[in-house]
């Protein structure tokens, strides 16, 4: 059975920094490609970075310079470190596997619960 968990999620200042974590078990994370997504109130999920099973990342161009995604193969767990954040980037943000895991939420196969964060101003 596999379980995508998210966790790191809260309250912080605009300007502020918060580091998601996506622990993942009964899955290799290692060999697939992973996504993190957001999903503002009244609005569609997007996605705003992935890694794929070769380490390669790509970015929203709303969190470029801003975000960075990474893996720990060990740890089976993914990290997203979100720094300088605004108000505009509070939204539930969720993780996602899948063996071609590109742009599209479809490619996914598994999704973790999502860890609201909430940026004041």
């Known amino acids: 059975q596999v379980q995508l968990v998210e966790s790191g999620g809260g309250l912080v200042q605009a300007g502020g920094s918060l580091r998601l974590s996506c622990a993942a078990s009964g899955i290799m994370l290692s060999i697939n490609d992973m996504g993190w997504y957001q999903q503002a109130p009244g609005k569609e999920r997007e996605l705003v970075a992935r890694?794929?099973?070769?380490?390669?990342?790509n970015y929203a161009d709303s969190v470029k310079g801003r975000f960075t995604m990474s893996r720990d193969s060990p740890q089976n767990t993914v990290y997203l470190q979100m720094d300088n954040l605004q108000p505009e980037d509070t939204a539930i943000y969720s993780c996602?596997?899948?063996?071609?895991?590109?742009?599209?939420?479809?490619?996914?196969?598994?999704w973790g619960q999502g860890t609201q964060v909430t940026v004041s101003s």
């Open positions: 996602a596997v899948g063996p071609w895991g590109g742009f599209n939420q479809d490619e996914y196969n598994y």
């Open positions: 890694i794929t099973s070769g380490g390669l990342t």
